[in-house]
């Protein structure tokens, strides 16, 4: 029986959940070490952000959490996994195109914390981030992944850094947004808000490179699994 159990678990595919404050390195970080483990990828923040493109797009007012709400019923795109410069990752496609550059621009990333917030819509995001299991084992970074989109996961990881390091980055990337602000909406809101998971492993990576933080978590990831033998 025991055997059987064993091996059950180790059939279920393994999620690294990845959740952190905006900037604090989550993008890099996941994908050097889905890239090192061979896991796929899945940006859910990319999975929001195309969702609030998709709002603009249709000239839905995404103050308007019904309206909001109305849209993500409506929407009809597809998840797929793709490779690209030898990573695999799981992306949303809608009508056949990946808004690839448009999620980053500033309108989305204004936009973005509002479509977040509205309750609907974090249900439809939670279903579809659990289906991404289906393509193998993952590394997901986000901001619930380890509270409410894989509460059952054992390897879990929060993200922080200073805030002056935090907007020295996003600048150096050309973006200029306020941080503070959207940190402070992504953790106030009432439903699933930015916190540190249960059991986290929290990394503050100010002054680190992403290699050191990457292997830090591999490190941890690596201890966990000899453990869990
Ligand atoms: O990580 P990012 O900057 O691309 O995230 C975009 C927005 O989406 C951010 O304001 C927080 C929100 N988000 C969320 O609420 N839950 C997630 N799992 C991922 C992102």
Redesign the pocket.
Known sequence: MSEIILKLKTLHPIVIAI?GT??SG??TNAKLVAKTLGYVYV???????TL?WHCLLKQVDVNDAKAVAAACRKWKPELKCVEKDGLRAAWLSVDGYFPEKE?RMPET?AA??H???VPAV?KW?KDT?RDCIKFGNLV??????GT??FPETDYKFYLDASLAERSARRAADGVNENLAA??Q??SQ?AV?P?MIALGAVVVNNSGQTPAETSGFIIGEIKKKMSAAR
């Open positions: 959740d905006s900037a989550k993008s940006d859910t923040g990319a999975m929001y952000r609030a999620i990333a973005v914390a479509v977040a917030a974090r995001m981030q997901m970074e986000g901001r619930d992944i409410n989109v959207r940190d909406r992504d809101r699933a930015l």
